[in-house]
């Protein structure tokens, strides 16, 4: 397992120098924040972020994400030009040694929470979901935590009504003609996609979402086999719907996940959750089964702690605090070493 942390690039608090500090850090994990979704990344934006990353000697072997073009996912005729943009992306990332590419194919929105400080009693806060506030938002007229919002209300309007007509089957179709035309760029690269599944993995607002569990993973590795299209393994995403049979997926993908964001997820309904520290005990993610089972079947890709909760006074963007993302880093070393060991 190679452990790395999300950094946000220059714009991140959070120094590279305490990122390095966190033991086993192995690299970060981070993007290409200033260039509009669907264009190239140039060169010298990637050749700044390695230096960065270099001079505190972090890997940058995984990028999250690249983010894939409404058009694409909506299958519309400019997709074509769009993959080759995206194909010549990975080739620019590839020159920099970049060898995982997280990206995910939810229409519109990505992760979704009605709150972002949900307070716990002993102080801290974390993401929370509450399915009853999100099914009483207005779609068109969305103002929704955490989410930025890059679209003025006619651009989600017409977006949202263009999806009005895709339905699952097609957007996997979609997703599927994305990925073999990326592919051959893959292969020659060595680099590997790993999709993240949907957060939360039901619809949201009548969008269809489609990587949702284990059926899922099934069904794009059938569509499209090549070794380089597999998974970013969230627990918390995943672990948010109600199969919960995350311990399965971790042994039967174990190979084909090649990056694993492993956080907590605490249920108060089917429906409703909220995100609490990485310890198998504080919710309902078994994460010492999941760590066994990845590391039993000979997983051999990076881990990240995922969203954890802002701690010991910190104001830290929500999810992304470095206090609670180190004991998180913490704890799954020693969870990964206990598992290596007694082999
Ligand atoms: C949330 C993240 C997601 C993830 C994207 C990957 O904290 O896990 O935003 O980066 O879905 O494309």
New binding site residues.
Partial sequence: MKLTFRWYGEGDVIPLRYIRQIPKMHGVVTAVYDVPVGEVWDEERIANLKWLCDKEELSMDVI??VPVHEDIKLGKPTRDKLIENYKETLRNLAKFGVKVV???FMPVF??LRTDLYYEHPDGSTSLAYNHETLLKLDKYNLHLPGWDESYTNQELTSLLREYENVSHEQLFDNLCYFLNGIMPVCEETGISMAI?PD?PPWDMFGLPRIITGMESYDKLVAAVPSPRNGFTF?TGSLGAGKYKDLPEMARKYASRIFFA?LRQVKHTTPHDFYEIGHQTHQGDVDMFAIVKNLVDNGFDGYVRP??GRNIFGEQATP?YGLYDRALGAAYLCGLFEAVEKTR
């Fill in positions: 999250e994400s997280c990206y995910n990505d992760w993240h957060d969230c964001h995922d969203h999810g």
